[in-house]
């Protein structure tokens, strides 16, 4: 009954690696996936966090029965207080709920499916370009997908101009997918002023932020400094959905955890909307896996564990950006045509280089260097012995 079904292609993200790991060179590199890799090219886990599983298997009074459909109750409260800060008016207001979903992308799933059926305007915004799975993520909820202008490529920078211009052009109330911090795939994010006036533009015209929190502390080592967009944002006391991963400042990228916050205007339309959260989780997986929300919550609640975590995230973020100043300077070096600045400008684990498909495949095929077509380079996954190389074939790529 399933002899017409086609063969799928494979994502264009996680295709990278699957070609990655068919290439036998000795040379080859993967710069396609965003996952963190030491200086030896080795994924990991992150000390705190073995620290918390000890205890976690040391506990002999924990159970393995079911959660709550909406998740870990320790680990939503701990969530909503980090990315919104400890002090959250909002919180103390009671006016967020917090349900505990499959990490960044099923808590933009839920968040999502939760405005499709609630929200009166089921347009959503989301920039251009985006991380390739929003589009896909907002359709298949029923939402319809509309793009704003964020990156110019003549600058490797925002178009603030494109943006505002766009943002002011929608629907009133359309939702508006906004990247907290570290924009991906172009390591782009708007200034703490440019975000002021996107807010203010936002707030004029109703229109609802859904923010994509993947990278805090990522970006700048900073927990609260990678939080500023969101948090501006709740200040003004208007509405907004967030969606956290724990994947990459946690590394628990396998464990599929992250969280899905509604500010609400008051703590009665809070109570409500998470009895529709239920609703919507419960026939999708009916509750979410017990043990990386445990070690997440493990970590938030306690101080000392807590200071280690951020130790530990601003050295992965230090790395990054270290990886970032060689690169630049292995290609000023060469003299590699062109201005390669926004290597160091822009922001998080990814660079977007400029490099065009053509480009790409070049590398791939002459230097074995496998990214994604758009010229996207994971950073994480670069080490200094891997810089060389990596600018040899930009160098080449560029000049050939
Ligand atoms: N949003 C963005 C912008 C991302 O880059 C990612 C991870 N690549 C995610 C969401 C979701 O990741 P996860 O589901 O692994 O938490």
Known sequence: VFADVVQAPEDPILGVTVAYNKDPSPVKVNL??????????????????????????NDGSRVKEYLPITGLADFNKLSAKLIFGV????????????????????????GAEFLARHYHQRTIYIPLPTWGNHPKVFALAGLFVKTYRYYDPATRGLNFQGLLEDLSAAPSGAI?????????????????????QIRQLMRSKTLLPFFDSAYQ???????????????LFVEDGGELLAAQSYAKNMGLYGERVGALSIVCKTADVATKV????????????????????????TILKDREMYHEWTIELKAMA????????????????????????????????????????????????????????????????????TIPHLADAIHEAITC
Not at 176 to 196: I, K, R, S, Y
Not at 217 to 231: H, I, K, P
Request: glycine residues 8%; charged residues 20%.
């Open 32 to 57: 396609g996936v965003g996952a963190y890799r030491t200086e030896e090219g080795k994924p990991l886990v992150l000390n705190v966090v073995r620290r918390a599983e000890q205890m976690l298997v």
């Open 87 to 110: 002090d959250s008016p909002a919180i103390q207001e009671k006016r967020v709920t917090t349900v505990q979903c499959l990490s960044g992308t099923g808590s933009l799933r839920v």
């Open 176 to 196: 508006v997918l906004l990247h907290a911090c570290a924009h991906n795939p172009t390591g782009v994010d708007p200034t703490f002023e440019q975000w002021e």
């Open 217 to 231: 502390g990522f970006a700048s080592g900073n927990l609260d400094a990678d939080a500023q967009s969101v948090r």
């Open 274 to 297: 998470e009895s529709q959260l239920k609703l919507v989780i419960r026939p999708m997986y009916s509750s979410p896996p017990i043990h990386g929300a445990s070690i997440v919550a």
């Open 318 to 385: 230090d790395r990054i950006i270290s990886m970032r100043h060689q690169l630049f300077e292995a290609l000023r070096a060469k003299g590699t045509p062109g201005d390669w600045t926004h290597i160091i400008k822009q922001i998080g684990m990814f660079t977007f280089t400029g490099l065009n498909t053509e480009q790409v495949a070049f590398m791939t095929k002459e230097y074995h260097i496998y990214m994604t077509s758009d010229g996207r380079i994971s950073m994480a996954g670069l080490s200094s012995k």
